[in-house]
């Protein structure tokens, strides 16, 4: 069992940045490749991005690339997402999740068996 809580979002104008943190309980967090999603109403949840266990690959969107960078800290059971250069079709919830500890898709919402209550992020023009 992991449980997940989100911090860091808020109100941000185009061009500023954020920093999203995780903090995981469970003892299977450093096993577990972890990732962050979003979703805004009207559309489905979307991959943003992911790291592997150990920290060493990460994965983003094409709609993040370059400008987002996801971390982890293993000793403090915890995963980062620095978001620069925000544009407002970033504004969204975004969640953090544990992909299950099983070979997988890591951009599918279906492989992440824990879910975090997620964390708002706007981004005004």
């Known amino acids: 069992q992991v449980q997940l809580v989100e911090s860091g979002g808020g109100l941000v104008q185009a061009g500023g940045s954020l920093r999203l943190s995780c903090l995981a309980s469970?003892?299977?967090?450093?096993?577990?490749?972890m990732g962050w999603f979003r979703q805004d109403p009207g559309n489905e949840r979307e991959f943003v991005a992911a790291?592997?266990?150990?920290?060493?690959?990460?994965y983003y969107a094409d709609s993040v690339k370059g400008r987002f960078t996801i971390s982890r800290d293993n000793a403090k059971n915890t995963v980062y997402l620095q978001m620069n250069s925000l544009k407002p079709e970033d504004t969204a919830v975004y969640y953090c999740?544990?992909?299950?500890?099983?070979?997988?898709?890591?951009?599918?919402?279906?492989?992440?068996?824990?879910w975090g209550q997620g964390t708002q992020v706007t981004v005004s023009s």
């Open positions: 999740a544990a992909h299950a500890l099983r070979p997988g898709t890591v951009s599918a919402t279906n492989e992440y068996d824990y």
């Open positions: 469970g003892r299977t967090f450093s096993r577990n490749v």
């Open positions: 790291i592997t266990s150990s920290g060493g690959m990460a």
